[in-house]
């Protein structure tokens, strides 16, 4: 018997991919064959996709603001249903499961005009306008998180919260026991930029430090993700505080910094939050003031609620009030270890396979 066809549509960004490869890579131990259909945009982020085929499709997006904008991007939208419609029946593929964002628009209309079985997974706390749209339309809706704001009554109450995929190796970060800082030890902080607001963290995290006591600092080793335009700013002033510090514009051992680490301090994307749930890890969140309908926010409630991260608004951070909410929580080990304890409550480890038992269950209707 010929293994069956999943089409995963997602592409854009980063999170939306990494959730996708998750899945692809779960799917593909159960012998299905994986076809990713996104955009060229999304096909920067694929280089490891576990893909048979990949098929690279036409999309677009316009602010509503920009009446010709809109329309090109409809007909674009269009283009890639068609390239999409006929690439499914050559292929008959027995599930189409889509991510998010505009690139995954084409294939999930085209496998709605053909009644092909479909599943949506939102990532944030925050149903994106694309999974809006399609919500109501799908076979079966998934989510990260237990809210799901901009949903309606009836998508809330049938949607499956299955968490966020998230890679292997952090995965098995789950059943690594969280160690506060013992006395006189290092203390070990991990600073996650983000890809977006990048520049807040890279120039505040280090003046915040740099206000700490001497003793404290004297303990730290950070290691943090910066702007290539603010490495030296950082480098010079974690030196000039006699703070260890490793900046680098992108680490590629993420999951091994993670697990060392004692507190991180990043933005609340869906993908950090989830994996700090997994990880176990404490955590000061700043999100991203811009982030469409506010979702960055709406993800970090996860973990406040959970008692397992200080969130930090923009519009009220300081370096002082940084500097504080650092030396507050540095102080207590106790405190670290009850937050990640909490962070560790809210997890969904098996989150790429329980979405893969969705997409199998939808296939076989």
């Given at each position: 018997?010929?293994?069956?066809?999943?089409v995963?549509?997602?592409?854009?960004?980063?999170?939306?991919?990494?959730?996708?490869?998750?899945?692809?890579e779960?799917?593909?131990?159960?012998?299905?064959?994986?076809?990713?259909?996104?955009?060229?945009r999304?096909?920067?982020?694929?280089?490891?996709?576990?893909?048979?085929?990949r098929?690279?499709?036409?999309?677009?997006?316009?602010?509503?603001?920009?009446?010709?904008?809109?329309?090109?991007?409809?007909?674009?939208?269009?283009?890639?249903?068609?390239?999409a419609?006929?690439?499914?029946?050559r292929?008959?593929?027995?599930?189409?499961?889509?991510?998010?964002?505009?690139p995954?628009?084409p294939?999930?209309?085209?496998?709605l005009?053909?009644?092909?079985?479909?599943v949506?997974?939102?990532?944030?706390?925050?149903l994106?306008?694309?999974?809006?749209?399609?919500?109501?339309?799908?076979?079966e809706?998934a989510?990260?998180?237990?809210?799901l704001?901009?949903?309606?009554?009836k998508?809330?109450?049938?949607?499956?919260v299955?968490?966020?995929?998230?890679?292997?190796?952090?995965?098995?970060?789950?059943?690594?026991?969280?160690?506060?800082?013992?006395?006189?030890?290092?203390?070990?902080?991990?600073?996650?930029g983000?890809?977006?607001?990048?520049?807040?963290?890279?120039?505040?995290?280090?003046?915040?430090i740099?206000?700490?006591?001497?003793?404290?600092?004297?303990?730290?080793?950070?290691?943090?993700?910066?702007?290539?335009?603010?490495?030296?700013?950082a480098?010079?002033?974690?030196?000039n505080?006699?703070?260890?510090a490793?900046?680098?514009?992108?680490?590629?051992?993420?999951?091994?910094?993670?697990?060392?680490?004692?507190?991180?301090?990043?933005?609340?994307?869906?993908?950090?939050?989830?994996?700090l749930?997994?990880?176990?890890?404490p955590?000061?969140?700043?999100?991203?003031?811009?982030?469409?309908?506010?979702?960055?926010r709406?993800?970090?409630k996860?973990?406040?609620?959970?008692?397992?991260?200080?969130?930090?608004?923009?519009?009220?951070?300081?370096?002082?009030?940084?500097?504080?909410?650092?030396k507050?929580?540095?102080?207590?080990?106790a405190?670290?270890?009850?937050?990640?304890?909490?962070?560790?409550?809210?997890?969904k480890?098996?989150?790429?396979?329980?979405?893969?038992?969705?997409?199998e269950?939808?296939?076989?209707?």
């Amino acid at each position: 018997m010929a293994a069956r066809l999943a089409v995963i549509a997602a592409g854009g960004t980063g999170g939306h991919m990494f959730p996708a490869q998750a899945l692809a890579e779960a799917l593909t131990r159960r012998g299905w064959r994986i076809v990713l259909a996104t955009d060229e945009r999304g096909a920067m982020y694929a280089d490891k996709f576990p893909a048979d085929v990949r098929l690279t499709l036409s999309a677009a997006t316009a602010k509503s603001s920009d009446p010709i904008g809109m329309i090109k991007a409809g007909f674009a939208v269009l283009q890639g249903v068609l390239q999409a419609g006929a690439a499914f029946k050559r292929m008959d593929p027995a599930v189409v499961v889509g991510f998010g964002g505009y690139p995954s628009l084409p294939s999930l209309m085209a496998a709605l005009s053909q009644k092909r079985p479909t599943v949506i997974h939102e990532q944030n706390a925050v149903l994106g306008r694309v999974n809006r749209f399609l919500a109501p339309r799908v076979t079966e809706v998934a989510c990260a998180f237990p809210t799901l704001e901009k949903a309606t009554p009836k998508v809330k109450a049938r949607a499956r919260v299955v968490g966020n995929p998230v890679r292997p190796e952090i995965s098995a970060l789950y059943d690594q026991a969280y160690a506060p800082p013992a006395d006189g030890q290092p203390i070990k902080i991990l600073v996650t930029g983000g890809s977006q607001g990048a520049r807040l963290l890279s120039e505040l995290v280090p003046e915040a430090i740099l206000r700490l006591p001497e003793e404290t600092r004297l303990r730290l080793e950070v290691q943090q993700q910066t702007r290539k335009e603010s490495m030296d700013i950082a480098r010079s002033t974690y030196l000039n505080a006699m703070v260890k510090a490793e900046v680098a514009p992108f680490f590629r051992d993420m999951a091994g910094r993670l697990g060392a680490a004692h507190l991180v301090i990043g933005r609340a994307g869906a993908s950090t939050v989830c994996e700090l749930a997994v990880a176990g890890k404490p955590s000061i969140l700043i999100p991203l003031k811009i982030a469409t309908d506010n979702h960055q926010r709406f993800n970090a409630k996860l973990l406040e609620d959970a008692n397992a991260a200080a969130v930090c608004l923009e519009e009220e951070l300081t370096v002082d009030s940084l500097a504080g909410a650092l030396k507050a929580l540095l102080k207590d080990p106790a405190w670290l270890a009850r937050m990640a304890a909490g962070a560790h409550g809210v997890a969904k480890p098996d989150a790429a396979e329980d979405l893969a038992d969705l997409v199998e269950r939808t296939a076989n209707r």
